[in-house]
């Protein structure tokens, strides 16, 4: 069973910084998606097992940057000039198959889920 332990949300001001980090009990594709109120989950980032690709979603471009420590088996979602927009729920998620893909696929494991909420 995957495990995926997320760490790291809370409350910023707009165009503040936070990074959330999960550890995940083996190497896989990695990801992060978010979900607002009343609105679906949405794919954010993903990193290839390696750590040399990364994929973002373009309203996130630019001031995100996933990043890998694979001694630690983690994965970092550094958010930068945040905006009261990213408001949502963040999950860790974990993939069996390629990094590209989990934006269009989806993951095949979640985590528990971070608040992050940014004011205004």
């Known amino acids: 069973q995957v495990q995926l332990v997320e760490s790291g949300g809370g409350l910023v001001q707009a165009g503040g910084s936070l990074r959330l980090s999960c550890a995940a009990s083996g190497r896989y594709a990695m990801g992060w998606f978010r979900q607002a109120p009343g609105k679906e989950r949405e794919f954010v980032a993903s990193i290839s097992r390696s750590g040399s690709s990364t994929y973002y979603a373009d309203s996130v471009k630019g001031r995100f940057t996933i990043s890998r420590d694979n001694a630690k088996n983690t994965v970092y979602l550094q958010m930068s000039s945040l905006k009261p927009e990213d408001t949502a729920v963040y999950y860790c998620?974990?993939?069996?198959?390629?990094?590209?893909?989990?934006?269009?696929?989806?993951?095949?494991?979640w985590g528990q889920g971070t608040q992050v909420t940014v004011s205004s």
């Open positions: 998620a974990a993939g069996l198959g390629a990094a590209q893909a989990m934006g269009v696929m989806g993951p095949d494991y």
